[in-house]
């Protein structure tokens, strides 16, 4: 195990002395153990950086070695994927500070012993680029203050509890604070608290991030002009919480199955204005798309499959919403309060449209009927009657101020599905077919021994 | 015990010699059927707008066809002279109702198994994606429908002197506790105090059995969380395996306080001749 470094600097050279003197240091020491020890050598890793110049790339060799560490220098860190930070030091709250600009971190694994409010990587310097990291962290992940203009790509970021310590409270993947113009592509985050969480960050990009069993897989606020597109988030309590920000495209997006939680839902509006949620999809959660308080956004093509509810509006105003289409949602769309929302063109698989014209397009108009949220609101334990036949018959009633109604007066009758809808069937189908078999044979055994033969 | 199994093997076979039952059998299948097809191209699993359809469909169904033919065989006792001349045997009243229970049981439970075979096996045939856990989830919550709604009927067919006084009762009873249910609670918990509008209407939802046996299958489809942060609690209670057993004593206890009441009714009956 002997580091390999690029040679195309003085600085270079003394690394690998250092190194290799540090190595000759151990070698006996680890010689004479048995290999059971799957870690025998710790190698501290802040010698290397102190030792190394401004401007050097270093390639560490398969290993493990101590943290914490500074970074205080443009260097370009490179563990291949092999090499293992550790940080158990209980004083130590970041596991690697980077305070250089131009500081690349590449393939290194990264584990944070400290929990609370102790982050494995925080980034305090402009155009700092973390790439291929595997982040094992009680704590926070990657943290960003005043950091602009960053790279966060194709890290694996998940909380776990290290050996022998009480769990403790989960901290952030990626959190953003005053860091404008960050790049977060291909990230894997899961078992944290938020996903990614952005404040006060401008110009965010984030996308195609992979997202699992968070709180919020995608938080933010004040994040004017930023894009969360492409990214998937499953399992998580809410899917993308975006608050508080205008100019924002959310695009491309896929949140799923998140049901569990009273509060659950894909993706949640809040404040938001002149921003565009275009061609999402959202499957299975309590509320599809919640949008609260916003105006002057633009949704469109989005497909809302199979939630609890598909769309809820309340105090929304002013928003253009057209194409977007509801499928094998209990409850298509609930509205109060939401005036003046454009809404034309949209596909709902329960409405039993009428075409005259022959345009694809219904020429009777899909009014949402707000009496079962008017009356949760008033007290919300009538929400046991959520979808009970006696709710839909009085619902069916109701149709005081029918013209106030959020109303699409141009509803599809066809929806051309694009996008992957099928394809999620799940097992136990041979199953069905068997116990099927099985009870219908004998039912008819029974119908045919007791009822028809007259023994 | 013999003479109980005697009861319930004279009620089958007079149960599946009833043109009733195998309308209602063609009922439940046509519907369940058109059901499927209809929704032949979604996936069927969890708690979306497919089941949900079927929930509804099962809670106008069955309760209805449960109370007519429970009640129904009731009052035909009565009207019949079957009971006036079983009476003057050695044979207990309550041998007697838990015959009759059983006997009634079996025939819905084989109408329903047949409704529910059909549909396991054209799923099957035209591939559908049908989620196993679902199904039993569905065949369990009709079941449950089934049982429960029979100590009703019993009732109804009790207190009823013929058949028309008993069809005019089934079809109150269903109305008021599948379609107008909410509407009632709605109108008259508006008069309570606001705090307690909730342990009413939770007691409430205990007492009818529609209402208690589709929340329990609404929450483990998994879509306990639409009912809110009132009910948080219950929910995770009932998510859990001891919810199901909790569920089964609470279907328990309502059978066997109905059976007992229902035999009071017909010892009372009995005595005064």
Redesign the interface.
Known sequence: MIPSINTNNTGTLRILILMLFSLFLMYPASCGTVSANPNPEVISLQPIIDAANNGDSITLAPGTYLGPVHIDKRLTINGEGRATLLNSYPDAEVAVLISADDAKLKGLNIQQDNGGEAAAIRVEADQVTLEDLSIHTAGFGIVLREANDCVIANNKIRWFTPKGAASGTRGNGIDLYNSQGTNIRANEISYLRDGIYLENSRNTKVDQNRLYYLRYAIHCMYINGSSISNNIGEYNITGAMVMGVKDVVVSGNSFRKQ??????QGILLYDVSTSSIVNNLVE?N?VGIYMQQSSDNTLQNNLVL?N??GIQFEGAGGNQFQRNGF????IEAHATGSKNNQMNGNYW??FEGLDITGDGISDLPYAINPFYQQ??TK????????????????SDMYTNGKAQWSTDPTPLMQLQLDKAT?G?????????????????????I??IY???LRL | MADMLQVAHRE??M???NPWAYSFLALLCTFSLGLLLI?S???V??????T?SML?LI??LLPLMTLFLGSFSLTSEKEEGSWQLLSTYPIGTMSFILGKYTGLA?VLL??V??G??????????I???????T??LLLAFSAGLVLLFLTVALFIGSLSRNRWQALTVSVSVWFFT??????F??AILGLMP?LW??PL??AL?ILNPA?LV??FV?IKL??G????????QW?EWIGRSTGSLLFMLVCLAWILISILAVYRIWERGRSRG
């Not at chain 1, 049901?259 to 659950?264: W, Y």
């Not at chain 1, 499928?327 to 209990?330: H, S």
């Open positions: 049901s569990q939680n009273v509060h659950s299975g309590r199979r609890y509810i499928i094998a949602n209990v698989d329960s009356l949760i007290n919300a334990a009538y929400q046991l009657f959520f979808q009970s036949p006696g709710m839909t018959f009085l099928q999620q069937a799940s097992g136990g189908q041979g199953l069905v077919m068997l116990v099927g078999l099985l009870l219908l044979f004998v039912s008819v029974t119908i007791m009822g028809v | 089958i076979k149960g599946f010699r929704n191209q979604n996936v699993q969890g708690y979306s707008a497919v949900g509804s809670l106008y079996v084989i109408i198994a047949t529910y075979g059909l549909m396991g096996m054209i799923s099957g045939l591939g559908m994606a049908f989620d196993s856990a199904y039993f599948i379609i107008g249910w909410p509407t609670l709605i606001y509008i909730k209407l939770v939802t209402e589709r929340l609404v998994g879509g969380s639409v009912l809110g942060p009132e009910y948080y929910v």
